[in-house]
């Protein structure tokens, strides 16, 4: 096949890139620039479209021997992953980049570009499985489960997985840069990128407050007594305990936490650890990348968050949201993020959580 | 097969330059030392000077070698500003980043007001705005910079009338791309500083010249051994020196012949696509350069496209990330940012035959087709 490998510099996708060439497969580099004003240098784990970066995809590329392109996919990136992820948060919501940057751009944008101009399918350097089934193929989560990345592709629909290709999925990462030595790629000890990648300073609460503006608004306990006030309700997040600044103790001293973000009315609720619990939550937009879940209640896990536990659920569609309740309670659950469903390994689908109880 | 149409980026050494860099690279001796053999490289390297003196028509005396027309570029337009009182610049809209940012630099850190000459839909440059610049500012100009050939349109510019208006007002001339390949006379043209470079010409890369009027003294960018009139330090590059001149010297380039091979494949471009644009078409142009604009497309898509069929083209100048950016020689002759964006640039050498030009065509309708899928799909 023809294929685009994205390279953003890392160690994975230039892996991936050589394992598809080994494949067989007809591999382009490309790097996605996704920042309209990169910075120069990468600083420790932080960003992943520096200048520095595209140099080390560039290389890696090189050293594979494959063509390499920059590709410019900054407006598509800040409409499609910035501006949501500033939206969802003045909304009071916890939004995963991401995933938006995987639904919106990796495997729309840069996916739809690719088999215009003659491509197959895009390569990357996820941590994930995919398999050939009786319905087709199926998304699955990596063998490492330290770096499983299946969570953030269940963005992806049926289309979009028969267009991709992990080629790491079934290697453990510290065996990968063992692979990236002999293969002699110079980014085989590079850190790992964490934290979200137009964020460089790693600070969100500031990132968002230079953007959203500082607007004071009160801190509240679950019977509307105002007990402090915030600098901007979107840079609390739902279970956050520590940077609330309340001065009025609890009866008990027990610590609070954060249960609520109200955006409308700029308060932030507080409240107990227990009160923190969820036993059931709804999705809204669902995408199935298997089969499609139907209104009979199924046995299966979800996920919410990159790295959190898969949880025992029973799972049905009601209406156009897909619902999950908890065998057993979950403390502190963010509306915004992802709920992802699986079978198993096998990713079912997602939905972006717009309700907890 | 595949077909290199990138002669304006960089051309293959011509070989009778690569034979002579290979039997220089063999010879001892540094050109400054006074021994045999200090004396033996100093005079190729002066054989040299003076064959591309010939070349430019100028005094052997007026060459002064640099590491890259870039160098040359930057010692000629900071080198005649900081020479003088007056801080006004005046560049031409469409020069070379290697021209326009040594002056934006200066106005930035050196207190210099840059004037920038508009030019008109063809890439002239507006001479009645220079007029009229100069008539109004000329106790203030410190020098006037105009590129003699725009890189990626190929315009040639009028170089003597700017010379006529500016009076006693230095001018520098950027040469890169149309020495060797139109005549030109430094010394008829009346200029005070002219920029050449090896690598577009079938010499080697890494080897430039500024060509600097006798007696002008200005300050140096480099300083060291004052090799080069005290203006460029720095041991001279004798086995790219000794090149560049081979190279000059060989007349390999054929301007009609060239010229005909752009023509053929401008014409089988718009019977292929009649919604294709030249850029610059009705005004003079290098022999060898076609920048054509393709309505509906993404130039980098067209780029790694006719790449991927083995042709080689340019999308104008790559910025150090190698993010495609807007062209401002395109942009200032009109062209929208889209456009501007849709546009590349063939460039046609001595190498090239009219089977490559044949071999590029036959890609081209579906580089094309394929690049208008893409814009619609993965850009807005």
């Not at chain 1, 008990?252 to 923190?276: C, H, M, W």
């Not at chain 2, 890259?68 to 930057?74: I, K, P, R, V, Y």
């Not at chain 2, 890439?123 to 100009?141: P, W």
Request: one cysteine or more.
């Amino acid at each position: 096949m023809k294929i685009i490998a994205a390279m953003s510099g890392g160690v994975d996708s230039a892996v991936a890139a050589a394992r598809a060439v080994e494949a067989g497969h007809e591999v382009i580099g490309v790097h996605l620039a996704l920042s309209s004003n990169p910075q120069k240098y990468r600083s420790g784990a932080r960003g992943c479209c520096t200048i520095e970066d595209s140099h080390d995809a560039r290389r890696a590329a090189d050293v594979i021997g494959i063509p390499f392109y920059i590709w410019d996919m900054a407006d598509e990136f800040h409409a499609g992953v910035v501006e949501n992820f500033m939206s969802e948060y003045a909304a009071g919501r916890t939004p995963n980049p991401c995933l938006r940057c995987n639904e919106k751009i990796k495997f729309a944008a840069v996916l739809d570009r690719a088999k215009a101009m003659g491509f197959d399918g895009v390569v990357t350097g996820h941590y994930a499985r995919t398999q050939e089934g009786a319905d087709g193929r199926t998304l699955h989560r990596a063998v490492d489960p330290l770096k499983d990345q299946s969570y953030v592709l269940a963005v992806l629909n049926r289309e979009q997985i028969n267009g991709a290709i992990f080629p790491l999925g079934d290697t453990e990462k510290v065996d990968i840069r063992i692979e990236a030595e002999a293969r002699g790629l110079a980014v085989a000890q590079k850190p790992d990128s964490h934290d979200i990648c137009f964020v460089p300073s790693g600070d969100n609460a500031g990132w968002l407050r230079d953007r959203l503006g500082s607007e004071v608004g009160p801190i509240v306990d679950q019977d509307g007594t105002k007990i402090g006030e915030h600098k901007g309700a979107y840079t609390y997040t739902i279970g956050q305990r520590k940077g609330l600044g309340l001065t009025v103790p609890t009866a008990d001293g027990s610590p609070r936490f954060v249960l609520k973000i109200e955006p409308v009315t700029n308060t932030v609720v507080v409240g107990a650890r227990e009160d923190l619990a969820v036993t059931s939550m709804r999705g809204e937009n669902p995408i199935f990348c298997g089969p499609v879940v139907g209104a009979a209640p199924v046995k299966g896990f979800v996920q919410v968050r990159a790295h959190g536990a898969a949880l025992d659920c029973t799972y049905y569609m009601d209406g156009s949201e897909l619902v999950a309740e908890l065998d057993a309670p979950l403390l502190g659950l963010a509306t915004g993020q992802a709920m992802v469903i699986y079978d198993g390994d096998r990713v079912v689908g997602s939905a972006t959580i717009c309700e907890t109880a | 097969m595949s077909v290199y149409l990138d002669h304006a980026a960089t051309t293959p050494m011509f070989d009778v330059a690569i034979d002579a860099m290979n039997s220089a690279l063999r010879k001892l001796g540094n050109p400054s030392s006074l021994h045999t053999e200090g004396r033996a490289t100093r005079k190729d390297v002066e054989d040299a000077r003076e064959v591309i003196a010939r070349a430019i028509d100028c005094l052997p005396s007026e060459v002064i070698f640099t590491g890259s027309g870039t160098e040359a570029n930057n010692a000629a337009v900071k080198g005649l500003f900081w020479n003088s009182e007056k801080k006004v610049i005046i560049v031409s809209s469409i020069e070379h980043h290697a021209v326009l940012d040594p002056a934006l630099w200066l106005a930035d850190h050196e207190g210099a007001e840059l004037i920038q000459i508009p030019v008109d839909s063809d890439g002239l440059i507006d001479l009645d705005f220079l007029k009229r610049t100069v008539a109004a500012r000329k106790n203030e100009i410190a020098l006037i910079s105009v590129m003699h050939s725009n890189n990626e349109t190929g315009v040639i510019q009028p170089i003597a009338e700017v010379v006529k208006i500016a009076g006693d007002i230095p001018v520098h001339c950027d040469a890169v791309q149309s020495f060797t390949k139109v005549p030109i006379s430094y010394k008829n043209l009346g200029l005070f500083a002219m920029t050449i470079s090896g690598h577009k010409v079938g010499g080697p890369l890494g080897i430039g010249a500024l060509i600097l009027r006798r007696a002008v003294e200005i300050p140096a960018l480099l300083h060291g051994g004052g090799q080069e009139r005290e203006i460029r330090s720095g041991t001279l590059n004798a086995p790219s020196i000794v090149a560049f001149a081979a190279a000059v010297s060989a007349h390999i380039f054929d301007a009609t012949k060239v010229a005909q091979l752009r023509d053929s494949f401008e014409s089988g471009v718009i019977a292929a696509r009649p919604d294709a644009v030249i850029n610059g078409e009705s005004a003079p142009r290098l022999p060898g350069i076609s920048n054509i604009t393709f309505p509906g497309t993404q130039s980098d898509s067209l780029l790694l496209l006719m790449d991927s069929e083995k042709v080689s083209c340019s999308t104008g100048a790559a910025c150090t990330a190698g993010v495609h950016r807007p062209s401002h020689v395109l942009m200032a002759m009109g062209l929208t940012d889209v456009l501007s964006q849709s546009s590349l640039r063939f460039s046609f050498g001595a190498s090239n035959s009219e089977a490559d030009v044949q071999f590029a065509l036959s890609v081209l309708p579906r580089v094309i087709e394929r690049g208008l899928a893409a814009n619609s799909v993965g850009k807005k």
